[in-house]
Antibody, heavy 121, light 107 residues
Framework: QVQLQESGPGLVKPSQTLSLTCTVS??????????WSWIRQPPGKGLEWIGY???????YYSPSLKSRVTISVDTSENQFSLKLTSVTAADTAMYYC?????????????WGQGTMVTVSS | DIQMTQSPSSLSASVGDRVTITCQAS??????LNWYQQKPGKAPKLLIY???NLQTGVPSRFSGSGSGTDFTFTISSLQPEDFATYYC?????????FGPGTTVDIK
């Protein structure tokens, strides 16, 4: 059973870059045509899709975050990562990594537990 | 961008009640609509995919219907463990959007 685990700093200063990693266990990130995604949730608010990388090589980002986001894959480490530049307090959120259903594109049936990132000086 | 709306934003119900939540897309998304349940402090859980298909292991009291722009999510008989927030989510034309959520709490 594939499992996902987010990791990274819990505190980032304004204007700096938020960097998170999602480690995939129980399966290879290279197997299958999956969408590996990042989704975030500000405290007390709803879910916001950040972007995905498809089949380990093709990223696509939310238009509202596109200028600041990079999602990439490291197949040797069985990980994918998120970088968000020029962060502000509005980027404070729980960040989840996900994988989609093997038969349904972008229906997220596997989620990490989430990692809370606070943007503050 | 495709926008998603949900109604109501919250509702109070009793155990055994039938609960219905609606989700509307700003343009035709065929049946590319999924439903999730989220409990406090937990990651969301996929319940329904492609508008009406029950995810493996999800109780049959949950159901979904609709296509195009209008979708419905139903809990046929609310159970104590169903008090949570429910989100719809669309995937169409490469982009993903979540609805704002509906919180179901105890009456």
């Amino acid at each position: 059973q594939v499992q996902l685990q987010e990791s990274g700093p819990g505190l980032v200063k304004p204007s700096q870059t938020l960097s998170l990693t999602c480690t995939v266990s129980g399966g290879s990130i290279s197997s299958g045509n999956y969408y590996w995604s990042w989704i975030r949730q500000p405290p007390g608010k709803g879910l916001e899709w950040i972007g995905y990388i498809y089949d380990t090589g093709n990223p696509y980002y939310s238009p509202s975050l596109k200028s600041r986001v990079t999602i990439s894959v490291d197949t040797s480490e069985n990980q994918f990562s998120l970088k968000l530049t020029s962060v502000t307090a509005a980027d404070t959120a729980m960040y989840y990594c996900t994988r989609d259903h093997p038969e349904v594109t972008n229906a997220y049936d596997i989620w990490g537990q989430g990692t809370m990132v606070t943007v503050s000086s | 961008d495709i926008q998603m709306t949900q109604s109501p934003s919250s509702l109070s119900a009793s155990v055994g009640d039938r609960v219905t939540i609606t989700c509307q897309a700003s343009q035709d998304i065929s049946n590319f609509l999924n439903w999730y349940q989220q409990k406090p402090g937990k990651a969301p859980k996929l319940l329904i995919y492609d508008a009406s298909n029950l995810q493996t292991g999800v109780p049959s009291r949950f159901s979904g219907s609709g296509s195009g722009t209008d979708f419905t999510f139903t809990i046929s008989s609310l159970q104590p463990e169903d008090f949570a927030t429910y989100y719809c989510q669309q995937y169409d034309n490469l982009e993903v959007t979540f609805g704002p959520g509906t919180t179901v709490d105890i009456k």
